[in-house]
């Protein structure tokens, strides 16, 4: 059985390292759910109770918190990047001095036996590479444990 496109979006998002951040929209792309930024922010905020799923590392494009400045939700956002080491100034993430380094095969199908590669590049973009091999459909064993283990997804679901 195929993950929901929900399902999709949480195993990227449990693939941002600590310390890093992704915009909506390169979470959308990396889950195959092209210009779907928003359905992402839908997605995130579907979240299960319990959950283990780092939706602070999410942000907007432009490196912005996306939650009104001053909310109890926006000062959450903010604390968790800052305790993960990321420099928030006025509510803002600069895109551009995120480290460099690979954030992983991105397990998720796009209905086709493809899978992605996504590296970190140095002006806080994505380089993403499809690969063709079926091998990498499917969710690693550490990621799919990792998920199940939150309570996000169901290992019988993968």
Known sequence: MEPTREERIWQVVLAIPEGRVASYGQVAEMAGLHRQAR??????????TGHQVPWHR???TNGQIAFPPGSDIFEEQKNR???????VINGRVSMGE?????????????GTATGRHMEWSGDGEFRSSIKSSIALTKPSAAST??????GVIKSSAL
Do not use: D, K
């Not at 990047?81 to 420099?87: A, D, F, I, K, N």
């Open 58 to 60: 999410v942000i907007r």
């Open 81 to 87: 990047l800052v305790e993960e080491g990321v420099e």
């Open 98 to 110: 995120i480290p460099v380094g690979v954030i992983g095969i991105c397990a998720v199908t796009t």
């Open 145 to 150: 444990a990792q998920a199940a283990r939150s």
């Open 39 to 48: 359905f992402v922010g839908r997605a995130l905020g579907m979240l299960p």
